[in-house]
């Protein structure tokens, strides 16, 4: 890594066998991939409503070259990430499987564009930071703002097509990268120009 692993510890105190096991982990993402620039790991404690004990999330956020990877693991049921061990483990595969991916695309072993399916913005959150992808079969997808690509969050409308890749997370589907199609986003640089 360029950059130094930065751990951040929220509404929780820091514990030295959670930094631990990050630390472990990370080196192996870096051995793993020789591209990544920078990983931040934030670990949260979360308060369950109507649930008895601590619930943790793990976001993780990876630089590599021409992308920024981003696994935020979130408690599912009752049992899930009551472990904060177990939290960091789930987020550290995951973040494995996106750099698996990410190296095969810059290989050209896996078709970027022919491969990522065709959806349109179907509800939009911007406050908080989130949306939600309708495909042409009717599912709905579930996105970040860290998902979207060139920061292009705010440009986002309802009713927009955008190209995306999914994976399935704890709660469903999600988008791991969303990428607005066709002119629209040049359209609006170009009018943002004007």
Do not use: W
């Not at 935020?72 to 499987?97: C, K, Q, S, W």
Request: aromatic letters at 6%.
């Amino acid at each position: 890594m360029v950059i130094p692993l930065q751990i951040t510890f929220k509404d929780l105190p820091p514990d030295p066998k959670v930094e631990e096991k990050i630390r472990d982990a990370a080196n192996k993402l870096d051995r793993f991939s020789n591209e990544i620039m920078s990983c931040r790991a934030v670990v949260s404690a979360i308060q369950m409503r109507q649930r008895k004990g601590q619930h943790y999330r793990v976001r993780l956020d990876v630089s590599v070259p021409g992308k920024e990877l981003v696994v935020n693991r979130e408690p599912g049921d009752a049992t899930t990430h009551t472990d904060i061990l177990v939290a960091v483990r789930d987020a550290f595969t995951a973040m494995e499987r996106m750099l698996r991916d990410y190296t095969q695309q810059r290989r050209g072993e896996v078709k970027h564009d022919t491969a990522a399916p065709h959806a349109r913005i179907a509800r939009i959150f911007p406050d908080e930071g989130y949306g939600f992808i309708e495909t042409f079969d009717g599912r709905e997808v579930y996105f970040h703002r860290n998902s979207v690509l060139n920061s292009a969050f705010p440009k986002l409308k309802t009713g927009m097509e955008v190209r995306f890749v999914e994976e399935q997370g704890e709660k469903g589907a999600q988008a791991t990268t969303v990428d607005i199609v066709g002119t629209e986003s040049r359209h609006d640089d170009r009018t943002n120009r004007a």
